[in-house]
């Protein structure tokens, strides 16, 4: 009896590590994804647009909360700490400092919103679409704020209707293409990927 609790235990050690592993694995991976679309943009202005977001909904909506956000936090410390992971091959603490920071650091509101309804609802395709949605809210709100305080920090006031204009507005369309190959993915990738 006790040797084949001994097994059973050991099959139950050996099934943690690699799960363990595998969690590693993944969130690494999803954190280079998003450094990689952080790469693909097209400047347009004081925020230029690129697939970060992108990035960010697929490791949060693939991975879910936890796994998701950590893999964010990675990405995120990774580029404050120097390495060029952000947006134009950029890093340092002053990028999140500068005009842009407010949305790398939403980045981690969406993630936790995008993963917790995936976690909770199962990922279902509507439910993925709105919390995305939601999601991309929040990172506008926090980026939109932020690039607003350090343009009036630089001395260069700007009222709401410009940082809407110049933050928010020329980046609907494109993010309405972002949430719709996002949620196609998650649903496709999350039948394969077995978090």
Do not use: H
Not at 53 to 74: C, D, N, Q
């Amino acid at each position: 009896m006790a040797k084949t609790e001994m097994i059973s235990n050991e099959r139950e050690k050996s099934k943690k590590r690699n799960k363990l592993l595998s969690d590693m694995i993944y969130i690494a991976l999803f954190a280079a994804v998003i450094a990689i679309c952080a790469q693909i943009r097209l400047p347009l202005g004081p925020v230029s647009f690129t697939l970060q977001t992108l990035g960010v909904f697929l490791a949060s909506g693939i991975l879910g909360a936890k796994r998701g956000t950590i893999s964010v936090l990675i990405y995120i410390l990774l580029g404050a700490v120097g390495v060029p992971v952000f947006n134009g091959f950029s890093g340092g603490f002053g990028v999140l400092l500068g005009v842009t920071g407010g949305y790398i650091i939403g980045f981690i509101f969406t993630a936790i919103i995008v993963g917790l309804a995936g976690d909770i609802f199962k990922k279902k395709i509507w439910i993925m679409t709105v919390a995305i949605i939601i999601g991309d809210i929040i990172c506008y709100i926090f980026g939109t704020v932020w690039f607003m305080l350090v343009m009036n920090n630089q001395g260069n006031p700007t009222t709401i209707a410009a940082a809407l204009s110049s933050c928010v507005i020329p980046f609907l369309i494109p993010d309405a293409a972002k949430i719709a190959v996002s949620v196609i993915l998650i649903n496709r990738l999350g039948k394969i990927i077995k978090i």
